[in-house]
């Protein structure tokens, strides 16, 4: 009774309330469900429909439970839970969204809404109107003191920089009066300050709103309060760490100007240890008369041993696995020590020539080595592979250096020795014309590596660079970072091939509305062959080549033009392998693999949006991407690719994402906007036309050969 009544009551209010009902008589229940919730603009508006819909505690079934009802047949899927009508909820929503529209800068926004109701299956329909109305612009930001009256105290030397900084400021004139955009505007005048030795500034803003125009002027009121230096600087909380390791780290010295920033540098330097699971950097004490501040470093230390096991699925490695032992302080200097083994086994990936990876791998570690900022890296390696270039094993140690200027600004020299012996190369040595194509096939099929050599050797020194700066490393939706990467082989005999090998990705994140993102990816590499990698003559072209497939650039795959599967765009050639069938050995052809080239261009453009009637953490996304492997060089002319597979190749597509706090789990489709031949066409279907002197073009084309899925976790690129 008491629930009749109170539906009833509700009932009333939607009927003599102020926001409008379209039937005279809506009766609802407790059993009235949701049918559908709509929103409509009346007059221009600026806020997008899902920025709005984001603030709606009531929720509409979506697509997702259509599909969860149609497969509830299946074991293990329920129906989903009818979404039930709550007016009360519907009234909240209201006053939700009239709040969100004052934040954003629109106070006099107006909200309705209609409910309709199907009495026969006791569904409402809820159409939620909103006019927008004129937003109270921002015209002027000013800046005064507390006291009002006089000029800003400003620093020494730091005029220049002030104007710089109201000039930043200024980019806020004409936009909406939001609540966020004075929190940003107290938040920066206050740190600006903090940066330059007042430790306790302050400031809050004040608004005089002209009720005609709807123009707002802001005045900043500034306190900067007293200056100071750094005074002691106290480290506790150290266990096993030496308190002279954390302080090495530490970019705060005393008598230095106090600096917010620093301080801020200084807790995430401490908290980069491996030893260090929390560490707080504050200052618990105001100035003193001597206009000195004292610095307080806390931190909680990890444990020093930790031991992790992780099993997981790449698309194109199949079935994975890693086993991780570390002692984070072995000298009680945070040297840390750590023990890998890595297993990609290829079992039930998706490509027909999986990655198939063991390795295991030794890392000592060494912080604030030589200086504070740099850290040392010691690593012997060793690894089996079997992918889509050879079958061959690699030993060798990587020496690394890092200089850390700051979260994704970083600089790293790596000097690698390693030694590879190879037991079967996937391509071999001929030149077009000069050996016969049968031949080739059982040379190939047989493995032989006379032109390479079994054992290779390379000595190379990388250089690595990071630089930019992104609002979340793992999620980003802001920001830009540019990873050049130039690798250039010693002068000594022990390199089997001699090269300069230079990359450079560049990769841009602009936010378009509150959940969505326009991302770019553009990405240019080249190989410059000198000394003994140089071909003395035509004959040499082929085998030279192959000496420097190991560095060759490839391109496909889910981190980039993702129509192709993994390495497989571009110039390929048929994986020709030998079968023993009743006593006999058959040659057949299974897929096919990467002849890569001296030179790679790639760029990529994607939109990402959010996937309506779920919640935040639930997006798509749609991309275009496209790229090209060649060789320039026409003295590495070694004619394994048949023409057109060097030129410029596009797809497009897109998939779904699942955001998770280290990076997103996606899964999405590329379709293939101009294929070549043998990405349309089978390597059986290729080799047995070549063998019997067909034209290839007369071969059966299959059209879902354009389609390639992927599956990855962490962003795409």
């Given at each position: ?8 009551l ?10 409008r ?16 919730i ?11 429909e899902?920025e ?14 259509g ?28 006053v ?21 109701l ?23 930001v ?8 006089a ?9 220049a ?45 004040e ?79 105001p ?15 990890a ?19 890693e ?39 030794l ?39 890092v ?40 040379d190939?099929?047989q ?7 079994s ?11 990071s ?35 230079a ?9 378009l ?71 006999t ?14 030179a ?40 394994f ?56 073009d ?10 390639q899925f ?8």
């Amino acid at each position: 009774m008491h629930t009749e009544l109170r539906y009833a009551l509700v009932a009333l209010v939607l009927l003599l309330g102020a926001s409008r009902v379209r039937a005279a008589d809506v009766r609802v229940d407790a059993a009235t469900r949701i049918r559908a919730i709509a929103l409509r603009f009346d007059g221009p508006h600026r806020r997008s429909e899902n920025e709005v819909r984001a603030a709606l505690a009531e929720r509409g079934p979506g697509w997702l439970d259509g599909a969860q009802s149609a497969l509830a047949w299946l074991p293990f899927v329920t129906r989903p839970e009818p979404r039930r009508f709550r007016p009360v909820e519907l009234q909240r929503d209201v006053v939700r969204l009239r709040r969100g529209f004052a934040e954003a800068g629109y106070p006099r926004a107006e909200i309705t809404y209609d409910v309709t109701l199907d009495e026969r299956r006791n569904q409402v329909r809820v159409t939620f109107r909103v006019r927008e109305g004129a937003p109270d612009v921002i015209q002027r930001v000013r800046f005064e003191p507390v006291a009002g009256g006089a000029a800003l105290p400003l620093p020494a030397g730091q005029e220049a920089v002030w104007r710089q900084f109201e000039r930043q400021v200024a980019a806020v004139h004409g936009t909406p009066l939001r609540a966020a955009t004075m929190l940003r505007l107290e938040r920066d005048a206050r740190a600006w300050w903090q940066d330059r030795g007042h430790p306790f500034a302050d400031a809050r803003i004040e608004t005089a709103l002209d009720s005609l125009t709807h123009a707002a002027e802001l005045t900043v009121r500034l306190e900067p309060g007293p200056y100071a230096v750094i005074g002691a600087v106290r480290v506790e909380g150290m266990t096993h760490v030496r308190e002279g390791t954390i302080r090495r780290v530490l970019p705060v010295h005393r008598g230095e100007r106090y600096s917010a920033r620093r301080l801020a540098e200084s807790q995430r330097a401490v908290q980069a240890l491996p030893i260090v699971r929390l560490a707080l950097a504050d200052t618990p004490e105001p100035p003193a008369s001597d206009s000195t501040i004292g610095v307080r470093v806390r931190i909680t230390e990890a444990p020093p041993r930790l031991m992790s096991a992780e099993l997981g699925y790449v698309s194109d490695a199949g079935v994975a696995s890693e086993v991780r032992w570390t002692h984070y302080n072995l000298d009680h200097r945070a040297l840390s020590f750590t023990a890998l083994g890595l297993a990609q086994t290829g079992l039930l990936a998706i490509s027909d020539q999986p990655e198939v990876r063991y390795r295991g791998s030794l890392t000592l570690q060494k912080p604030a080595f030589p200086t504070p900022r740099m850290s040392l890296i010691v690593s012997p390696f060793a690894e089996h592979h079997d992918d889509l270039t050879d079958r061959a094993r690699i030993a060798g140690l990587d020496l690394t250096s890092v200089y850390q200027f700051a979260p994704l600004r970083s600089l790293a020299v790596t000097y690698q020795f390693a030694r590879t012996r190879v037991y079967q190369r996937r391509l071999d040595d001929f030149a077009a014309g000069n050996v016969d194509l049968l031949q080739l096939f059982e040379d190939q099929a047989q493995g032989l590596l006379d032109s390479l050599g079994s054992t290779l050797r390379s000595s190379v020194v990388t250089l690595t660079g990071s630089l930019g700066t992104l609002d979340d490393p793992a999620s980003p939706r802001r920001g830009i970072v540019l990873r050049p990467v130039v690798a250039l082989t010693t002068p000594s005999a022990g390199n089997t091939t001699e090269y300069l090998r230079a990359d450079a990705t560049l990769q841009g994140y602009l936010p378009l509305r509150r959940r969505s993102t326009f991302s770019a990816r553009a990405t240019h590499g080249r190989v410059f062959p000198f000394g003994h990698s140089l071909p003395g003559s035509d004959a040499e072209r082929a085998s030279r080549y192959l000496q420097l497939r190991d560095v060759a650039f490839t391109a496909g795959g889910s981190g980039d033009v993702r129509g192709w599967a993994n390495d497989l765009l571009g110039p390929k050639f048929p994986d020709l392998r030998v079968e023993t069938v009743d006593g006999t050995a058959v040659l057949r052809a299974n897929g096919y693999v990467p002849i890569g080239g001296l030179a790679r261009s790639s760029a990529s453009l994607e939109l990402s949006l959010p996937l309506p009637g779920l919640s935040a953490t639930w997006g798509t996304f749609a991309f275009l991407d496209a790229g090209r492997v060649w060789t320039p060089d026409h003295r590495f002319q070694h004619g394994f690719d048949r023409p057109g597979q060097e030129r410029t190749f596009y797809s497009t597509g897109g998939g779904l994402e699942v955001r998770t706090p280290v990076g997103p789990i996606r899964a999405g489709f590329g379709y293939k906007l101009n294929p070549s031949l043998e990405d349309l066409v089978s390597s059986s279907d290729l080799v047995d036309a070549l063998v019997a002197g067909r034209s290839p073009d007369d071969l059966p084309q299959r059209r879902s050969r354009r389609w390639q899925f992927h599956l990855a976790i962490g962003s795409s690129y």
